[in-house]
C-alpha cells in the first residue's frame, strides 16, 4: 500500500503549470461492481464542457470522444474492468479511477476516488443475490475491525488516518438454496493519502539573528494534486503563543528583530472545512546584540589641556552596537568608577585632574573600551608668568632702556658743549 500512497515530500513538476487537471468521478462511487450493473463517469475541467470534445481513456488507450462531460457503462461486463483516465477542455489527463466488474458472490465496495486523511471513509459488503446474505464481517490486513466500525449495512471510519491505510476485505454467511454458505471477498488496497505534507518551517538567515536585522520565516507544505481546490491556513508560534494566523499567507516576516524574539518557533497548517491540522518541528532561534565598536572620546577645550579652575568636558560615543548601551568612566590608575552617561564634566579642573581618561560602552554583550586620552591641567603660577610679570619685566626693561638713552643723549649734549667752550 505504501506504493499506492506516497509521501508528498515534494510536488511534482507538472503542478507548477497555469494547466489545471481534469477530475474523474464514478456514481455510484464503488470502484468495484457486479456484472450487468452500470456506472456514470464524470471528467470536471476548468472550462465548461461542449466547447471541445472530452476525451476518455480505458487502460491508456482512446476510448471515446463526447461533447459532454460524462460517459456512461451500461450492462458491464468483464473486459470493462480496467483503468480510466479523461482529458476534459482546458485541462491535462486526468487522475486514474480502477474499475473492477466482478463475477463473484460477494464483493467489498470501497471508493473509487481518493480519500484524503480527516474524511469519511464508507466502504460496504454485496452480496450477488439481495437480502441473502447474514453476519457480515470486516477486516484490515487480518484483524478484524467490525465491532468498531460497522453497521447493519456498511462500515465507515468517521475521520481516517493515514496509517489506515491497508488491505481490506469481508466475509459474510450466504444463504444457498436449504444451506449456508461463508462467502469471502476478494482483498482490495484502500489507501488514505496525505490531504497536505507536514510542513516545515524554514529560516531565510541563519539560527542565530543579529538584532534589528530582518526575521523571515516561510511554512512550507505541499498540498495533494489531487485536491488542488483546498484552502491551507498557516499559523505562527513563538514558545508556544500564537504571532500570526490563522491566515492564508504561508510566510511571516519581523522588519527589526529584538532581544525579545528570540525563543523556539513552529508553525501549524490547517485545511479548511475539515479537521486536519499539521504542526511542524520546532525550530530555535536566536538573537544577539551586533557587538559595539569604533568607541571615541572627545574633549574640550581641545587636546586635553585646561587651565586651573576652568571646566573640562569628556564626550563618550559609538560607532555600531545595538540595544540600550551604558557608559562608564575612568582614569588610568583608579578602579573607582568616576561617572555614568556618554559626558563627564569637571566644572572646575585642578592639577591633580591631571591624567589618562578612558570610557567603557556596553549592551549587554562584550564591554568595548576607548582609547585614553592625556589630560593635561595648566596651574595658576604658570599662568601668572606668562600673563602678568612678563608684561611688568617688559616695562620695566622698556623704562632702563628710555634712562639710558637719556643718559646717552645728556653724555653727548656735554661734550658737544666743552667743545665749544674751547
Not at 488491505?167 to 444457498?176: L, P
Not at 623704562?399 to 643718559?407: E, N, Q, R, T
Request: include cysteine; aromatic fraction near 8%; proline fraction near 6%.
Amino acid at each position: 500500500c505504501a506504493d499506492l500512497c506516497p509521501a508528498l515530500t515534494s510536488p511534482p513538476a507538472w503542478t507548477f503549470t497555469a494547466t489545471e487537471m481534469a477530475l474523474l468521478t464514478m456514481d455510484p462511487p464503488w470502484s468495484t461492481i457486479f456484472r450487468g450493473e452500470s456506472v456514470t463517469l464524470r471528467c470536471r475541467g476548468s472550462q465548461p464542457s461542449g466547447q471541445q470534445p472530452t476525451t476518455w481513456y480505458h487502460n491508456d488507450k482512446i476510448l471515446a470522444r463526447t461533447d459532454t462531460d460524462t460517459y456512461r457503462i451500461t450492462n458491464a461486463r468483464q473486459k470493462q474492468t480496467g483503468r480510466y483516465k479523461c482529458q476534459s477542455p482546458g485541462s491535462v489527463s486526468s487522475n486514474p479511477i480502477t474499475l473492477i466488474v466482478s463475477y463473484d458472490w460477494l464483493i467489498l465496495q470501497v471508493p473509487s476516488h481518493a480519500v484524503f486523511e480527516g474524511e469519511l471513509l464508507c466502504m460496504q459488503c454485496r452480496g450477488w443475490e439481495p437480502g441473502s446474505m447474514t453476519s457480515v464481517q470486516y477486516f484490515r490486513d487480518g484483524a478484524d475491525i467490525t465491532t468498531r466500525y460497522a453497521s447493519d449495512k456498511q462500515l465507515c471510519i468517521p475521520r481516517a488516518e493515514t496509517h489506515q491505510s491497508g488491505r481490506y476485505r469481508c466475509t459474510g454467511q450466504m444463504n444457498s438454496f436449504l444451506s449456508v454458505i461463508k462467502r469471502e471477498s476478494q482483498e482490495l488496497h484502500v489507501c488514505i493519502r496525505e490531504l497536505f505534507s507536514s510542513p516545515v518551517l524554514r529560516v531565510a538567515s541563519s539560527a542565530e539573528t543579529l538584532e534589528g536585522s530582518p526575521l523571515n520565516l516561510s511554512c512550507v507544505t505541499h498540498l495533494s494534486p489531487h485536491s488542488p481546490h483546498t484552502i491551507l491556513w498557516y499559523l505562527f508560534y513563538r514558545n508556544g503563543t500564537v504571532l500570526q494566523g490563522p491566515k492564508t499567507a504561508s510566510k511571516y516576516h519581523v522588519p527589526m528583530v529584538e532581544l525579545a524574539d528570540a525563543g523556539s518557533y513552529f508553525c501549524e497548517v490547517r485545511a479548511e472545512n475539515s479537521s486536519i491540522w499539521k504542526q511542524s518541528a520546532q525550530v530555535p532561534i536566536a538573537v544577539r546584540r551586533v557587538p559595539i565598536s569604533g568607541v571615541s572620546l572627545d574633549v574640550q577645550p581641545h587636546e586635553g589641556q585646561v587651565m586651573e579652575g576652568q571646566r573640562l568636558v569628556l564626550s563618550c560615543s559609538v560607532a555600531a552596537g545595538t540595544g540600550s548601551i551604558s557608559f562608564s568612566w575612568h582614569r588610568e590608575g583608579s578602579a573607582e568608577v568616576l561617572g555614568k552617561g556618554t559626558r563627564y564634566e569637571i566644572l572646575s579642573a585642578q592639577r591633580d585632574d591631571d591624567g589618562q581618561y578612558y570610557c567603557v560602552a556596553s549592551n549587554g554583550d562584550v564591554p568595548a573600551q576607548s582609547p585614553r586620552l592625556q589630560v593635561t591641567v595648566v596651574g595658576v603660577s604658570s599662568v601668572f608668568y606668562c600673563h602678568i610679570r612678563a608684561p611688568l619685566l617688559l616695562a620695566a626693561l622698556a623704562s632702563l632702556l628710555s634712562g639710558l638713552v637719556a643718559v646717552h643723549v645728556l653724555t653727548a649734549g656735554s661734550k658737544d658743549l666743552k667743545g665749544v667752550k674751547q
